[in-house]
């Protein structure tokens, strides 16, 4: 497959909550995320060109503070079959927000 990433994206186990189609939520877990992409890993399939809104708490040791977490809208753009019955799903995130720090 040839690359075709502008971003460096880091490894990460980073829990993620996907809500869809204005009313649906699912939980799965980031594989790997750049400032404008991430790589979930879910167990629903999406479909490819849909908007999403990603929400998770950032990292202790990435940013040095407890409690920020961050929202974000995303364009699916790849699906692809994963082991057990999972999805892994790239996104193009479009946009983040600061909503809560504790």
């Known amino acids: ?3 075709h990433r502008r971003r460096t ?3 990460a186990h980073l829990p993620v909550s996907v809500k869809y189609g204005g009313i649906y939520e ?3 877990n980031a594989v790997n995320i750049s400032t404008r992409g991430m790589f979930v890993e879910l167990p629903r399939k ?3 060109g849909s908007v999403v809104e990603v929400v998770f708490r950032l990292p202790r040791q990435v940013i040095r503070a407890d409690g920020v977490w961050l929202r974000g809208r995303a364009h ?3 699906v692809e079959p994963l082991a057990e019955g999972n999805f892994g799903v790239a996104t ?3 946009d983040y927000q600061v909503f809560r720090q504790a």
């Open 92 to 94: 193009a995130i479009q």
């Open 26 to 28: 699912i939980y799965g």
């Open 76 to 78: 699916v753009l790849r």
């Open 46 to 48: 999406l479909d490819t």
């Open 9 to 11: 994206r880091a490894r």
């Open 1 to 3: 497959m040839d690359e």
